[in-house]
């Protein structure tokens, strides 16, 4: 496991939230990310009483079902 800042993205109530710079632990052979609780509850707090926010993006979403029949 690395210690390292991550970006992540977190649903709530229906929209994303991007953070950056999130500090995570990676595993070094699969790239699997965990987060602290208490980084992941600091999280949650600052999405339900939202300051400023550093940007916004906009994202476009496809249904993969939809568009392919592999599926």
Do not use: N
């Amino acid at each position: 496991m690395l210690k390292k800042t991550v970006s992540h993205t977190q649903a709530w109530g229906g929209r994303l939230y991007r953070f950056d710079h999130v500090p995570a632990w990676v595993c070094a052979r699969c790239g699997q990310v965990w987060l602290a609780a208490e980084v992941s509850q600091a999280m949650d707090e600052i999405i339900q009483k939202p300051p400023k926010t550093s940007r916004f993006l906009r994202v476009p979403v496809f249904s993969l079902s939809e568009l392919t029949e592999t599926f």
